[in-house]
């Protein structure tokens, strides 16, 4: 069934236009920083002209899943300019602009305005921009819908009843705002156990598919909960950049999304 999901998030050929891609959840450490990095990845693997904007203001975590921590933007025309990755995934986060370690305590709107800078950058011929967003529903998403109208957006819960309801409060949140909700990814689905082989299920088994077939929102895949992405991911390398089945399944899901 995990071929039901229509791939909705058209690329015009003819016409090279930016389309963004929202990431949301309703939860935070559901896996949506990972899960956007890797799909940028993927999608780059694939050919495409692919950004991240790391909207996640209070807590980015793009500079280390791409390692390129030590990366400062320089700005032209008063706007900034994406720091490359070596990925091939240009990428602009609060994470660069601030000393690494330091709170970030703004109020709404001035989180708002960071968000309209790393968004309204200096982006060239980039074709698809992927904004990993804080968790929630609160003032950074209402800016996003509301200024910069993504094409569609990705949820992405674990399986386990507590987030999908919050996750559930995301899909409507981005629907209310006109923004179509273009797949759910159901992160965490699934431990093997490193010694003896055993699957178990810590957040639930399922949920995720159930859920998207509830709303009507196409079901994108599943990741499990892995030990291989947890390491690979603190040093920076994406498990879809490596050949592995964890990057086979994080590039299913681009390739899915993306036509
Ligand atoms: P969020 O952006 O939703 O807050 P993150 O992507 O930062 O979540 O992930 C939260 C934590 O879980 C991180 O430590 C990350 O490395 C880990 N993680 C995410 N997805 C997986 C997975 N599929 N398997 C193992 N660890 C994961």
């Not at 935070?28 to 996640?56: E, Q």
């Not at 690979?232 to 899901?253: K, L, N, Q, V, Y």
Request: proline content about 7%; glycine content about 14%; charged content about 20%.
């Amino acid at each position: 069934t995990e071929g039901v999901a229509e791939v909705r998030v058209a690329m015009m050929a003819d016409r090279p236009a930016r389309r963004i891609i929202a990431i949301g959840s309703g939860k935070g450490g559901v896996g949506k920083s990972t899960l956007t990095t890797n799909l940028a990845v993927a999608l780059a693997r694939a050919g495409r002209k692919v950004g991240i904007v790391d909207a996640d203001i209070y807590g980015p975590s793009q500079p280390k899943l791409l390692a390129n921590e030590g990366e400062r933007p320089v700005a032209e025309n008063d706007k900034l300019v994406p720091v490359e990755s070596r990925w091939g995934v240009r990428v602009l986060s609060m994470g660069h602009l601030v000393e690494p370690g330091r709170a970030i305590a703004w109020r709404g709107p001035m989180a708002g305005r960071a968000l309209g800078q790393l968004i309204d950058a200096q982006w060239g011929d980039t074709e698809l921009l992927l904004v990993d967003l804080p968790p929630g529903t609160g003032d950074v998403q209402l800016t996003m819908l509301q200024r910069f109208k993504p094409a569609g957006a990705v949820i992405v819960s674990t399986p386990q009843d507590l987030a999908l309801i919050d996750a559930t409060r995301a899909m409507q949140m981005f629907e209310a705002g006109g923004v179509p909700v273009v797949g759910l990814v159901e992160n965490m689905a699934g431990y093997a156990c490193p010694h003896c082989g055993e699957i178990s299920d810590p957040f639930g088994a399922g949920g995720g598919e159930a859920t998207a077939a509830e709303k009507g929102v196409p079901f994108l895949g599943r990741i499990p909960l892995a030990l291989g992405i947890r390491e690979a991911s603190d040093t920076g390398t994406p498990p879809a950049a490596g050949d592995d089945a964890h990057g086979e399944a994080f590039r299913a899901i681009g390739d899915r999304l993306v036509r």
